[in-house]
DNA sequence: CGGACGGCCTGGGAGC
DNA sequence: TGCTCCCAGGCCGTCC
């Protein structure tokens, strides 16, 4: 389930293979990944990332927009003389570059997206990674909103690029309980979560992301961070700081993970 | 308007 | 072994 360090990860490994590369042609093997009616050739001029999405920029007046969404990869290859153009299994998009690199989109469950955007990008809130993501505007939108904590935190038009494993780290790490009403936390409190959320983003960056079962990068290598994971997928298991279990709760229908010990005051 | 919730989709794991 | 059931969850549409 890619989220921001996911996508961040590919984000960055496209941005040195095909920036400023040629796209000259393109297969939609799957219509269902949405509406695809770009022009071709295009150059991809720049790369970005766009909470969980991945743009590419082009000379042309749109923009590509991938959401890998659950299951979603895009795997980077070199054309080999024999490849087929029939799609491979679960493969719903392949896109040729003049360089002969070929990106594929796969997509087992078929959530992700592929979108040739010409009008505004998704509305996305805070990017957890930027300079305007400070403590001040944090406190502010806690304050002005009265919902569980960790709901709030999954919020795209909120805070642009967590989901339920970087919620849940974050929250550990600061000693918050998924439950918490947003509205109930003190300064201190969303000072530290502030800082908690950039440190395990940063950290889990720096590891290639989380792996559990689809994620992975461009070469189809496994991210690490799931080695480091505090609570995600560990209920039942001993906490590394207290050493009490780690609980799992429903939380606005979303599986929260927390220590009910050092992350009290549920 | 904010917030809760169901639907989309499929593979994999649990349980029998 | 093989069947059924349920769960995973990002985002959107619908409803209150």
Same mark, same amino acid.
């Given at each position: 389930m890619p989220e921001l360090p996911e996508v961040e990860t590919i984000v960055r490994e496209l941005k040195r293979k095909v920036?400023?590369?040629? *796209?000259v042609k393109f297969q939609i093997f799957?219509?269902?990944?949405g509406r695809f009616a770009a022009p071709s050739? &295009?150059?991809?001029t720049a790369i970005d990332r766009h909470g969980k999405y991945i743009i590419f920029h082009t000379n042309r007046a749109g923009k590509i927009l991938f959401h890998l969404r659950m299951s979603g990869r895009l795997l980077l290859k070199k054309r080999q003389s024999?490849?087929?153009s029939l799609p491979e299994k679960y493969e719903r998009a392949r896109f040729y570059f003049a360089s002969g690199l070929v990106l594929q989109f796969f997509d087992p469950r078929r959530f992700g997206t592929i979108e040739w955007r010409k009008e505004n990008l998704p509305e996305i809130g805070l990017?957890? *990674?930027?300079?305007?993501?400070v403590a001040e505007k944090l406190k502010n939108i806690l304050s002005s909103r009265s919902r569980a904590i960790k709901n709030l935190l999954l919020d795209q038009k909120i805070i642009g690029g967590l989901g339920n494993i970087y919620a849940d780290e974050s929250l550990w790490l600061a000693k918050i309980?998924? %439950? %918490?009403?947003?509205?109930? &936390?003190?300064g201190a409190e969303a000072l530290l979560l502030r800082s908690s959320i950039v440190k395990v983003l940063r950290e889990a960056i720096k590891k290639g992301g989380f792996t559990l079962r689809d994620y992975r990068k461009t070469g189809g290598e496994s991210g690490r961070y799931q080695l480091f %994971?505090?609570?995600?997928? %560990?209920?039942?298991e001993p906490c590394r700081r207290c050493g009490k279990k780690i609980a799992a709760l429903k939380i606005g229908g979303r599986t929260a993970h927390f220590c009910p010990d050092c992350q009290g005051g549920g």
């Amino acid at each position: 389930m890619p989220e921001l360090p996911e996508v961040e990860t590919i984000v960055r490994e496209l941005k040195r293979k095909v920036s400023g590369e040629k *796209l000259v042609k393109f297969q939609i093997f799957d219509k269902r990944i949405g509406r695809f009616a770009a022009p071709s050739p &295009l150059k991809v001029t720049a790369i970005d990332r766009h909470g969980k999405y991945i743009i590419f920029h082009t000379n042309r007046a749109g923009k590509i927009l991938f959401h890998l969404r659950m299951s979603g990869r895009l795997l980077l290859k070199k054309r080999q003389s024999g490849m087929s153009s029939l799609p491979e299994k679960y493969e719903r998009a392949r896109f040729y570059f003049a360089s002969g690199l070929v990106l594929q989109f796969f997509d087992p469950r078929r959530f992700g997206t592929i979108e040739w955007r010409k009008e505004n990008l998704p509305e996305i809130g805070l990017n957890p *990674l930027g300079k305007d993501f400070v403590a001040e505007k944090l406190k502010n939108i806690l304050s002005s909103r009265s919902r569980a904590i960790k709901n709030l935190l999954l919020d795209q038009k909120i805070i642009g690029g967590l989901g339920n494993i970087y919620a849940d780290e974050s929250l550990w790490l600061a000693k918050i309980h998924p %439950r %918490r009403k947003s509205d109930s &936390l003190s300064g201190a409190e969303a000072l530290l979560l502030r800082s908690s959320i950039v440190k395990v983003l940063r950290e889990a960056i720096k590891k290639g992301g989380f792996t559990l079962r689809d994620y992975r990068k461009t070469g189809g290598e496994s991210g690490r961070y799931q080695l480091f %994971r505090k609570v995600y997928g %560990r209920a039942g298991e001993p906490c590394r700081r207290c050493g009490k279990k780690i609980a799992a709760l429903k939380i606005g229908g979303r599986t929260a993970h927390f220590c009910p010990d050092c992350q009290g005051g549920g």
